[in-house]
């Protein structure tokens, strides 16, 4: 590389967070990861075609939701019972859904950490989506019932 031009090496077509690039800043050559390059940087969000969330974890009774996980799936409970969950990170977003119930049991989430009273999770197909401000998870959309 040491005897080529910048504009003879290969072009890249993406980038990865921990890859360098080369910058010239008042006069001086130096690098920087991607990740650093933009951690400061206030840009819109553009997304194409679709969006996939690959963090999720699968619960089939209660116990607590995970926050560290961007989706729960609530699968045949196998009794009725209490769901908890912690404390977030202000903006957090996160999605419970309840895929199958053939026992008809009843999930309902209630904790301190929750702006409502309760959410039930019910039937196949109740969904919540949160989101956690001032301290708290709200509901924001999803077909579970609330209650205040």
């Known amino acids: 590389m040491a005897d080529q031009k910048l504009s003879e090496l290969t072009a890249a077509t993406s980038a990865a967070p921990a890859d ?29 075609d679709t969006i996939s969330i690959d963090d999720s974890e699968t619960l089939t009774g209660a116990g607590a939701v995970s ?21 977030g990170s202000t903006g957090q977003i996160k999605i419970i859904v309840m895929t199958s119930n053939t026992a008809t049991n009843t999930l309902t989430l209630d904790d301190s950490d929750l702006g409502h009273d309760t959410v039930t999770f019910n039937e196949k197909g109740d969904t919540a989506t ?5 301290s ?5 959309g999803g077909t579970a019932a609330v209650t205040n």
Do not use: R
């Not at 360098?20 to 194409?48: E, P, W």
């Not at 961007?70 to 019972?81: D, E, K, Q, Y």
């Not at 949160?130 to 001032?134: E, R």
């Open 20 to 48: 360098t690039i080369y910058v010239v800043q008042g006069g001086t050559s130096k690098n920087i990861t991607v990740a650093n390059l933009f951690a400061d940087v206030d840009t819109d969000v553009k997304f194409g």
């Open 67 to 87: 926050v560290a996980k961007t989706v729960t799936i609530l699968s045949n409970p196998g009794a009725n019972g209490t769901l908890t969950i912690a404390a």
């Open 130 to 134: 949160l989101i956690y401000i001032g």
């Open 136 to 140: 708290k998870w709200w509901v924001i």
